[in-house]
């Protein structure tokens, strides 16, 4: 894959690279760039359960892309609509939550892809802007590959059409929310990101992704699990979120102060 100085995530990721990303679910474009100049490769902005409305999410990606790294939006379920927007902004990657099924991967590859592989709507002119393609030509051009689709499986449905999905042209990632997966597979009794079901089920969803020439993501809660994680396979990881680093520095400091 060529490489675009303005786009780094598909064309690390194509170079065999292993991405880590940091969360971001708190509504603030500054503590977005903060991860994203601590290292991280990527910052996930969540829009589906963090706090995030259009002008921080704007704000936000560009904040991530100053800070050195590829910024990548979760939208809420189904939103298509927004699919296309976050990538007009400037999103390198986009997350779609509860794709369970072959059709729900191709409206979501409808949304986030241009002709002949979607039907994604003209409007990137702040993606040409922060990704510096002055010829948005070039962004017509090249954008099918240089944004990446995330499609999380995070379902007992998802994960029985899980090569189905990743099969779909224009899906270009199977990314894992293990804890809805873990309430999934115990039929509601309980959220255990590690459950031995959610084990056997990562295999299962690295296998799937490989059969298809895809990458397989995962959120993962900390370091020590995105580590253990790329071991299985996986090649994105997005790392636990901007309100539990916020805690986890905090909680030593008052801890010190009250002993």
């Not at 675009?4 to 603030?28: M, N, Q």
């Not at 002008?55 to 296309?84: C, F, K, L, M, Q």
Request: one cysteine or more.
């Amino acid at each position: 894959m060529t490489s675009h100085p303005g786009f780094t995530l598909a064309t690390r990721l194509a170079a065999g690279d292993t991405i880590y990303s940091g969360w971001c679910g708190l509504t603030s474009p500054l503590v977005a760039e903060v991860l994203a100049r601590e290292g991280f490769d990527a910052v996930t902005i969540d829009g589906q359960h963090g706090m995030w409305d259009q002008a921080a999410t704007v704000a936000a990606i560009g904040s991530i892309r100053h800070g050195g790294a590829a910024p990548i939006v979760r939208v809420p379920i189904n939103d298509e609509a927004g699919v296309s927007r976050v990538l007009d902004w400037g999103a390198e990657g986009v997350i779609m939550p509860m794709v369970n099924t072959v059709d729900d991967a191709k409206r979501f590859v409808a949304a986030a892809k241009f002709p002949p592989g979607g039907e994604r709507s003209w409007g990137p002119h702040r993606a040409t802007m922060l990704g510096r393609m002055p010829d948005q030509k070039i962004y017509l051009r090249e954008a099918n590959r240089l944004t990446v689709t995330l499609a999380m499986i995070e379902t007992r449905e998802a994960l029985d059409n899980v090569e189905a999905i990743a099969a779909v042209p224009g899906i270009d990632m199977l990314f894992v929310g293990p804890s809805d997966l873990s309430i999934a597979l115990s039929n509601g009794a309980d959220v255990d990101p590690h459950s031995a079901e959610v084990e056997q089920a990562l295999d299962k969803i690295v296998a799937a992704a490989r059969k298809a020439h895809k990458w397989a993501g995962i959120y993962c809660m900390n370091a020590e699990r995105a580590l253990a994680c790329a071991k299985r396979g996986f090649r994105f990881h997005a790392i636990g979120s901007d309100l539990g680093f916020l805690r986890a520095g905090i909680a030593p400091q008052i801890k010190a102060l009250k002993s």
